[in-house]
């Protein structure tokens, strides 16, 4: 129960993160590093606005250099570099090589103090793999059409900057998640010289592209980066990996259901296969209260000794 709760916030964060496609889809022809820049500068004002009421979180920003390190790699280094490759590779190819960070996340997780790697965690993780993969091809061939290119490298590297992220914020959960709000601002600074060097400015022409970068900004950049570093911080960090492939699946159905797109039966296939994974690699988090419970029960009313026969 003490990791249950944090999971499951980690969790919110990818469910925020199945709207980044529609959102950022309904938010129109932005320039990526400008989009970064926008949403990543309201993701940090998220944090950054409970410091009204919380004068004394500012505070947790005076951090040692290793946790603006890691930070600015995961949410900096990450997202930029995923915009290269995506620019420099097939985008499918792109997603399905940068998807390897949760199955990294369940593998680098077992370095850390109190973690085991068993096998359900690893057939959860393979299982929600083949339904990334699925979901992505649509049920296509798998493979690198044109070879190794430049952008395929990235993406892997981008794989495993996020999981190196994720898994070494454990190794510093006695820093407060206020300074998530930091890394967002590096992250929008970053972002808005990239722009500036690389991009020309296109601003939004409807109140509905105004919103949609707003909700983009405030929830999947702004409350999931926060969601995510609490529980990775302090939820089941395997589990969170496991479940972790459930944000193509979702991405793709919310796409469905905003008419972006028409229904196949790869869908169906990958959610099959990634809540089987799920369920299986969080065997111990469903299925240990029953356990606790019957042994409970075992200890309160234990069988009677049968009586020798006389």
């Not at 309904?26 to 400008?34: D, E, L, N, R």
């Amino acid at each position: 129960m003490k990791k249950t709760i944090p999971t499951l916030i980690g969790f919110s964060a990818i469910l925020t993160w199945s709207f980044l496609a529609v959102l950022s889809t309904a938010a129109g022809p932005i320039p990526p590093f400008q989009l970064a820049a926008m949403t990543f500068l309201l993701g940090g004002l998220v944090g950054a606005s409970s410091w009204i009421v919380r004068p004394g979180a500012i505070r947790s920003l005076r951090q040692p250099w290793p946790v603006w390190a890691i930070g600015t790699a995961g949410l900096c280094i990450y997202h930029c570099a995923y915009f290269f490759a995506i620019q420099s590779a097939p985008p499918v190819e792109v997603s399905l090589i940068a998807y390897l960070w949760p199955l990294l996340i369940v593998v680098f997780a077992a370095f850390l103090p109190g973690e085991r790697l068993r096998v359900h965690h690893v057939v959860g993780v393979v299982l929600g793999l083949a339904g990334a993969i699925v979901v992505i091809t649509k049920g296509g061939n798998v493979g690198l059409a044109n070879g190794v290119m430049k952008g395929h490298v990235i993406a892997l590297f981008c794989a495993f900057i996020w999981a190196g992220y994720s898994v070494l914020s454990r190794r510093f959960g006695q820093v407060p998640t206020d300074v998530v709000a930091g890394y967002c601002f590096i992250t929008a600074a970053v972002a808005f010289a990239l722009h500036l060097t690389l991009e020309t400015t296109v601003w939004p022409q409807t109140p509905t592209q105004w919103m949609a970068i707003v909700i983009l900004g405030t929830i999947p950049l702004g409350a999931g980066f926060y969601a995510w570093d609490f529980g990775c911080k302090h939820g089941d960090i395997m589990i969170l990996g496991a479940l972790s492939y459930a944000a193509p699946l979702f991405s793709v159905i919310v796409l469905l259901l905003a008419g972006f797109g028409v229904f196949h039966w790869s869908v169906a296939l990958a959610c099959v296969l990634i809540t089987i994974g799920a369920v299986i690699a969080a065997k111990d988090l469903l299925f240990k209260p029953r356990q606790i419970a019957a042994t409970i029960e075992t200890a309160a009313f234990p069988a009677p000794a049968e009586s020798d026969a006389s």
